[in-house]
């Protein structure tokens, strides 16, 4: 296979850990016999400071001609004024919405070896495996009207959550076929009891259930979701639910894993390149040392082989190579452990040799 992948390494760390998963990627395609072809470009505070804008018209073609588009964190504190008219945020949301990605696919699976390293007791995370599907291209990301102005002398800030059904259908019959390949149960989340846009949810996701009889459909409002994510999260299968929600759920669920560090994420629609990206942020404070966690952004670059270019084998060796690459001892500092960036990712890519 011939593929080309566009990478934007982002901000903070975005840089450090994105190199790592193209150096995966590259060991990956020598192994089984493929040519990935790698084009950089900048997006988010970067490009804010070379471009005056936070993606380009000409890295967003790059990225529609792409075959997957494998990306670092962006943001940090040197972009951080809310007084900014351009901010690095607008170049993600910018992407997602011109490649119509509405599908945020990020799987929650711990590791064995790594229960010790949760803040929950061990055996709360006997037999999680759950992923949550968050809609991405709508909701109070992108709802109009939105800004500031004063109203009798006061200052306003306004921002609108706003669904249309078609919005929420797609992104919940995404979540039901996937569903369909897992442990057949659907959890839809939403906050039914106060907000217009969660009940229009719940009635379109119910709609959209009667259509796959051969999987559960449950509802949750998102409070009660924030709680059993931590209570019981084995009880959960796909979780599907709008982009705020989703956004900060997954940020919740990150601890069952121990690190932020270790989720990975898949930007997905119907037609066109996907968005792989680590979840987490660009961790501007140990930007340079590195010592970041290159294990979300790997794990990343395995959910590219496997959803955008179809590759399940080598997807899977990726995944295999990361879990026996993890030790008591030899992991991220984040986990605790003493290897930094690099010699983390040497350890991943030696037992992806030694497994084929």
């Known amino acids: 296979m011939k593929s080309t992948i566009v990478v934007l390494p982002g901000d903070g760390i975005g840089p450090e850990v994105t190199e790592e998963a193209v150096r995966v990627l590259q060991d990956v395609g020598s192994k089984f016999g493929h040519e990935f072809t790698f084009t950089d470009y900048l997006i988010g505070g970067r490009s804010i400071d070379r471009f005056g804008t936070a993606l380009t018209a000409e890295t967003l073609a790059a990225c529609k001609a792409s075959d997957a588009v494998l990306l670092g964190a962006v943001g940090g504190p040197k972009w951080d004024d809310p007084h900014a008219k351009v901010r690095p945020e607008q170049g993600l949301l910018a992407l997602r919405k011109e490649l119509g990605l509405y599908a945020n696919l990020r799987p929650v699976k711990p590791f064995p070896v790594l229960v010790n390293v949760s803040p929950l007791k061990p055996e709360k995370l006997k037999f999680v495996d759950l992923i949550v599907v968050r809609e991405l291209t709508g909701g109070l990301y992108f709802g109009k009207p939105r800004g500031r102005d004063r109203v009798n002398g006061f200052v306003r800030a ?159 060796a990726i995944e295999t190579a990361v879990d026996q690459a993890v030790t008591n001892t030899l992991r991220p500092m984040d986990l605790g452990g003493r290897l930094n960036t690099r010699q983390m990712t040497d350890r991943i890519i030696a037992h992806i040799v030694s497994n084929q």
């Open 158 to 316: 306004v921002d609108t959550m706003e669904y249309y059904d078609y919005e929420i259908k797609r992104v919940v019959e995404f979540a039901f076929k996937l569903a369909k390949s897992r442990r057949k149960k659907v959890t839809s989340v939403d906050k039914a009891n106060v907000l217009e846009t969660s009940r229009l949810w719940r009635q379109t996701a119910v709609a959209v259930a009667s259509g796959h009889v051969d999987v559960l459909l449950e509802h949750m409002l998102v409070d009660t979701a924030s709680v059993r994510l931590i209570t019981s999260p084995s009880s959960f299968d796909v979780v599907v639910t709008e982009n705020m929600f989703g956004d900060i759920l997954t940020d919740e669920v990150s601890v069952l894993t121990g690190s932020m560090g270790m989720l990975p994420s898949a930007s997905l629609g119907d037609n066109g390149p996907g968005v792989y990206e680590p979840v987490h942020g660009s961790a501007p404070d140990i930007a340079g040392k590195g010592i970041a966690n290159p294990i979300g952004a790997i794990l990343s670059a395995a959910m590219l082989l496997r959803y955008s270019l179809h590759l399940e084998r080598e997807s899977v």
